[in-house]
């Protein structure tokens, strides 16, 4: 597959929050790229860090969070300089973000239709007299039975994958060529799960999109994924494209996680691997994964490693794998007065 | 009681309204070989210092209170969910001043306020209105506020936010309705509030100038006459006892109905 410019390059991002000790990161010197019409798969256990990285797309990240270091290149605009309100045209029109809980991300007093014509106009793409036919036939895009009567029904009329469909059909009113999916089927069961996902592939293949979909689920991530980053404490611990990924599994964690998915059914748990995530704040000096390695050696504990290049859009920070160090991003040394 | 308190403020607006035809009195019409007589069946509340029909005054004395209470519950209400919101939804700086303003202004007790307000100003019913707005946005703010603060972490906010919306778009969508069952309460019991607020500037000479008849006016007029003729203070004083009863059936109902949970 010829590589087309990446519709969004993120280099060397940590975002962290500020608490009464410093500055902690929960995501650090994160770097990736999506294409058009690329899907690129971001997966870990909870609390790895990865809808801070979504969130830091958007610029959503609210204080005490902050965005410490990094690029966010959108578009060939780097996302992290532009002003709030060429930043607020962004959001939905070409970067939209689409959310696990379609329960909580829909507002409870307001009909779906209402909601998508909302965002529509936000943008300035509907009149108030195209609006309502054009919410339905966004509705009927994401394949809503009878969306003419659908607009009309509150939220909590929906069942849970209706309302992933219409908060999709909302997300993507705009036609925005980003989207980010944070753990879109998460809340719902096994079927409909199916279904959501093979919505979103056609529409990212009906639309072009580029499509950054985050999830803890190896299952998903075998189904949609053309690329893949495995994230752990705040890291992406390996990157691949997805068949390298799965035949041949570089990282300690990456194995630990396929080991948990027996035959790579969908809404299987990361779980296989003993203990759990280190809380923020509380990240082992060398290698974030070390306590749970089963391959843990001498340089481990010491220094994060680096990345490892493999080629072929292959990398990995693993001892195991070559020498390299993480560079040093820690905040430089402070002044010293004499 | 929600239905009790509906029908004596139904009751009350309707008077307010229809007053001066329910009458067969004019108000400020004197009857002074009469003044002070006991209620009988020409007066059925009796007639007052200067001979006036006393259920006259006080049906023409409904429309103060409520007037006054709905100005200042309107320009309370709305100047507290703007303060509120912008509080609660951009926190930081701005918070801090807006919700030290609040403390400040709920330190001190706010009839006192408010009467010190009007000595000021001059004793007017205009004045009256605006020393109760003064004081009570300050309610309103801080309920709104705690409001805003929650809806901030909704996820649908945030999923606007990421949709594009600005914040006065968010505010006005998103938290203020959220905000508005409560502020709807408030203000129900707030009207009861400003009613006895009203009667009690009046009552002291700063609010509404005779010979406009006002409940609280009428109650500082029977003063001097408690023993000889009480039924003078007794009429006005249960028509804002009533009035306000009414209110506080009302917002306590609408509380228990919108929310059960405020209610504790
Ligand atoms: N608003 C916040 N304040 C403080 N810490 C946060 C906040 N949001 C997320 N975190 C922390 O950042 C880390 C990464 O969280 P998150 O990106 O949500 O993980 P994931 O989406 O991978 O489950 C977690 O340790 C979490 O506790
Ligand atoms: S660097 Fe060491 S501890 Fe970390 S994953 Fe590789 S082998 Fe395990
Ligand atoms: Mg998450």
Known sequence: ?338 | MIRVGFVIVALAVFVAIAGPFLSAYDPNAQELARRLEGPSLSHPLGLDELGRDILARILAGARVSLLVGLVVVTISSVTGMFFGSVAGYFGGRVDDVISRVVDVLMAFPGILLAIALVAVLGPSLRNVVLALSVIGWVGYARLVRGQALRAREFEFVQAARALGAGSPRIVLRHVLPTAFPSVVVQATLGMAGAIIAEAALSFLGLGVQPPTPSWGTMLDAGRSHLFDAPHLTIFPGVAIAILVLGFNFLGDGLRDRIDPKMSQ
């Open chain 1, 1 to 338: 597959m010829p590589e087309r410019a990446p519709l969004l390059t993120v280099e060397h991002l940590t975002t962290g929050f500020q608490v009464r000790d410093g500055f902690v990161p929960a995501v650090i010197d994160v770097s990736f790229h999506v294409s058009a019409g690329d899907t690129l798969c971001i997966v870990g256990e909870s609390g790895s860090g990865k809808s801070v990285t979504a969130l830091s797309i958007m610029r959503l990240v609210e204080p005490p969070g902050r965005i410490a270091e990094g690029r966010i290149i959108f578009n060939g605009h780097d996302l992290l300089t532009v002003s709030e309100r060429e930043m607020q045209a962004i959001r939905g029109a070409q970067i939209a973000l689409i959310f696990q809980e379609p329960m909580t991300a829909l507002n409870p007093v307001f009909t779906i239709g209402n909601q998508i014509e909302e965002t529509l106009r936000v943008h300035g793409r509907a009149t108030r007299r195209t609006a309502p036919q054009q919410a339905i036939d966004l509705l009927a895009a994401v394949s809503i039975p009878e969306p003419q009567k659908r607009v009309r029904d509150y939220p909590h009329q929906l069942s849970g994958g209706m309302r992933q469909r219409a908060l999709i059909a909302m997300s993507l009113a705009c036609e925005p060529s980003l989207v980010i999916a944070d753990e879109p089927t998460t809340a719902l069961d096994v079927t409909i799960q199916a279904q959501i996902l093979e919505l979103l592939r056609d529409l990212q293949q009906r639309m072009g999109l580029a499509l950054l979909l985050i999830t803890h689920d190896l299952g998903v991530v075998a189904e949609m994924a053309d690329r893949v980053a495995v994230m752990y404490a705040g890291r992406i611990v390996e990157e691949a494209p997805v068949r390298a990924l799965f035949d041949d599994p570089k990282h300690p964690y990456t194995r630990g996680l396929m080991g948990s998915i027996p035959g790579g059914a969908p809404g299987t748990r990361l779980r296989a691997i003993q203990g759990t995530v280190p809380p923020l704040g509380a990240l082992p000096p060398g290698c974030a994964f070390a306590p749970r390695c089963p391959e843990r050696f001498d340089p481990c504990p010491k220094a994060p490693p680096g990345t490892t290049d493999f080629g072929g859009g292959r990398g990995v920070k693993c001892y195991l794998h070559g020498p390299a160090v993480e560079p040093q991003v820690a905040p430089p040394a402070p002044v010293e007065r004499v």
